[in-house]
């Protein structure tokens, strides 16, 4: 059973555009989302992240707005480079020191 | 700050062959520490963790198996080689919730 489902699998955006990554979860006992991003060859790192009692968190470029009523969230990366083509992974993790549940990425491709 | 270590880079193994992965941490004490596999375009699927020296548990073994020898240090092993342990091996630490990854290991099994 997949916990944590992102879409879509693969998205393509020209340089300057917003790219929209999408997650949905099924617990409702997550209450803390960290998004990573993963460039071919590496390990993920930590992008940003949003708690539950939030509804939306911002940090330059990278904003992540959640709806707790319909258990799902976006990334959405404004103005975005050729830099920013790697994996985002959306995970979801609960309050009782568990490790989070990934979901499968979204492969992002910015063209100049 | 924290650094995460991880040995070797890649490896190119036999099948039937042994392996063993290292994952070193300085500047935490008493991490939480993580083994994950991910295969070529695949998702991040968590193996073992600990939380302590001489303790692991188990959440997914794929026929591998892991130990914590000392407070910064995390082994993942195995005796015999599959086809099917190819991939990307990635150590992490975290406070629970957060996870901060390594570079990873490349295995190819051949």
């Known amino acids: 059973q997949q916990q944590v489902r992102q879409s879509p699998q693969s998205l393509t955006v020209w340089e300057g555009e917003t790219a929209i990554l999408n997650c949905s979860y099924e617990?409702?006992?997550?209450?803390?989302f960290p998004w990573y991003q993963q460039f071919p060859g590496e390990g993920p790192a930590l992008l940003i992240s949003i708690r539950s009692v939030s509804d939306k968190k911002e940090d330059g470029r990278f904003t992540i707005f959640f709806n707790k009523r319909e258990k799902k969230l976006s990334l959405h990366i404004t103005d975005s480079q050729p830099g920013d083509s790697a994996t985002y992974f959306c995970?979801?993790?609960?309050?009782?020191?568990?490790?989070?549940?990934f979901g499968a990425g979204t492969k992002l491709s910015v063209k100049p | 700050a924290q650094t995460i270590h991880q040995w070797p880079v890649a490896e190119i193994k036999a099948v039937g062959s042994p392996l063993s992965l290292g994952c070193t941490i300085k500047?935490?004490?008493?991490?939480?520490l993580y083994w994950y596999w991910q295969a070529t375009g695949g998702t991040l699927q968590q193996l073992f963790y600990s939380i302590t020296v001489g303790q692991v548990e188990s959440v997914v073994q794929l026929n591998l198996s892991a130990s914590r020898p000392k407070d910064d240090q995390f082994i993942l092993s195995t005796e015999k080689l599959l086809l099917s342990h190819s991939g990307f091996y990635l150590c992490a630490w975290g406070p629970g919730d957060t996870q901060y990854f390594g570079p990873g290991t490349r295995l190819l099994v051949l």
């Open positions: 995970a979801a993790s609960d309050n009782n020191n568990n490790a989070p549940r």
């Open positions: 617990d409702s006992t997550f209450n803390y």
């Open positions: 500047g935490k004490s008493s991490p939480n």
